[in-house]
């Protein structure tokens, strides 16, 4: 499976806009870009998903370089409910015949602080 | 109510015994999963499931076994506990007719497992 590289950790301040910077340079033609968080004792959550265009939800924004080779989500407003481990994970389409995809592969994440 | 739930949601338990852990789901979904995932490490699969009939290996199987009784329901087997299973385990699930590479997985709260 293609590997991800985050930052281990970054901070914001509550209110401004959050950038986190993922990068994929083995990513294949096919792979997704997921993202997920996991807020303190909780389990992840889904954040957004995209293939090639940059994409848009309620929680946060997805962009996608025009290599494929890194993405950043982004969180236009932090809160501090938004303090949390960022997950960037690429998800890989079905092999020709096989049943190799399904599984998340997590990697250690970001650790997003948020200061009031 | 919660959509993923799993009991019990803290357990102690003693070397060598045989523990387990429930997952249950109401979202209709076919495939669930379960991670776990130890302090300073991203989650880890431990096995998956696509259907009843459909179990598979994650990458962390060996000590673990799993029992999908029903669609909605996916056991997790310690058959004789040792401390390094001591972790935070995750049950997952994932629609597999949102399309292959889109699918998301939906995550329970967690069972805090302690093994002395």
């Known amino acids: ?116 | 109510d919660a959509d993923v739930t799993q009991t019990p949601r803290n357990r102690i338990t003693k070397t060598g015994k045989r523990i387990m852990l429930e997952c249950s789901q109401t979202k209709g979904h076919d495939r669930m999963y379960w991670y776990r995932q130890d302090p300073g490490l991203g989650l880890r699969l431990i096995y998956y499931s696509f259907d009843v009939k459909d179990i598979n290996k994650g990458e962390i199987s060996d000590g673990y076994s799993v029992s999908r009784q029903a669609q909605a329901k996916f056991s997790l087997s310690l058959e004789s506990a040792i401390p390094n299973q001591t972790a935070l385990y995750f049950c997952a699930t994932s629609d597999r007719a949102s399309g292959q590479g889109r699918e998301t997985q939906y995550f329970g709260p967690g069972t805090r497992l302690l093994v002395l």
Not at chain 1, 22 to 47: A, F, M
Not at chain 1, 59 to 71: G, H
């Open chain 1, 1 to 116: 499976d293609a590997k991800t590289t985050q930052p281990n950790s970054m901070e914001s301040n509550e209110e401004e806009p959050v950038h986190l910077p993922c990068n994929h340079s083995t990513i294949s033609g096919t792979d997704y870009i997921h993202w997920y968080r996991q807020l303190p004792s909780q389990g992840p959550e889904y954040v957004i998903h995209g293939l090639t265009s940059n994409v848009n939800n309620r929680m946060a924004s997805l962009a996608i370089a025009e290599d494929r080779k890194s993405s950043t989500l982004i969180l236009h407003r932090a809160t501090l409910r938004d303090a949390a481990v960022y997950y960037c994970i690429l998800r890989p389409t079905r092999l020709a015949g096989g049943t190799s995809y399904g599984k998340l592969t997590f990697g250690q994440g970001t650790i997003l602080t948020v200061h009031p």
